[in-house]
């Protein structure tokens, strides 16, 4: 019985020096939810320029119908697919990213295939269109990297001792962070 006093009072003031650290658990779950909000802002950002894009170069004449309507199909599916920030895993993020990914493929050949009609080229609202996409882009990387650092810094307070066993009993599971795509590590091939 004396033992056990002992045990309780040890665990007691483990709980008290750490302030079992669930209000910290809580700020850094927060901040990946933020965080991912803003992944997908910025990914929402790129799905509503895409409409603008698409219209502005079906006014070129004898444009590949194919690249348009892929480009199409890609944004559908890419905004189709929606994750909570409750469910965070990496297979989720997986299948959120290959959908992205999906649409950033279709637009990098349709900007690819701009090049062979100078007349596009020379559209202020295809270059104003080019321009927003492009900064798009940056944006979505900038989000990426923010949540996953939000991302690693709640990992790390989830699975350090003593926040790990409060972590246990609260249900604060590690959560995914972005990846990138398969082939990514490889250059484009670049042929004039």
């Known amino acids: 019985m004396k033992r056990l006093f002992f045990y309780l009072i040890g665990f007691v003031i483990l709980l008290s020096q750490s302030s079992c650290g669930y209000n910290t658990m809580v700020q ?3 901040a990946v939810e933020t965080a991912w909000a803003n992944v997908q802002n910025a990914y929402q ?17 004898n444009f590949e119908q194919e690249t348009l309507t892929q480009v199409i199909e890609a944004r559908a599916k890419a905004t189709s697919v929606n994750i ?39 559209n202020q609202n295809f270059l104003e269109l080019q321009a927003q996409l492009e900064g798009t882009e940056n ?7 923010n949540f996953n650092e939000a991302v690693q810094d709640y990992n790390t307070t989830v699975r350090s001792f003593p926040n790990n066993l409060m972590a246990g009993v609260f249900g604060f599971e590690r959560k995914g962070h972005f990846e990138a795509e398969a082939g990514a590590q490889t250059a484009p091939t670049v042929q004039f």
Do not use: M, W
Request: charged share 25%; glycine share 4%.
């Open 28 to 30: 850094k779950d927060e």
């Open 45 to 61: 950002r790129r799905a509503d320029l895409v409409p603008n894009l698409v219209n502005t170069v079906k006014g070129a004449a």
């Open 84 to 122: 909570s920030a409750d469910n965070l895993t990496p297979e989720n993020i997986q299948q959120y990213q290959a959908a992205q990914g999906q649409l950033s493929g279709a637009l990098s050949r349709l900007l690819a295939t701009v090049e062979a009609y100078p007349e596009l080229k020379a």
């Open 139 to 145: 944006r979505i990387s900038v989000e990426r990297r």
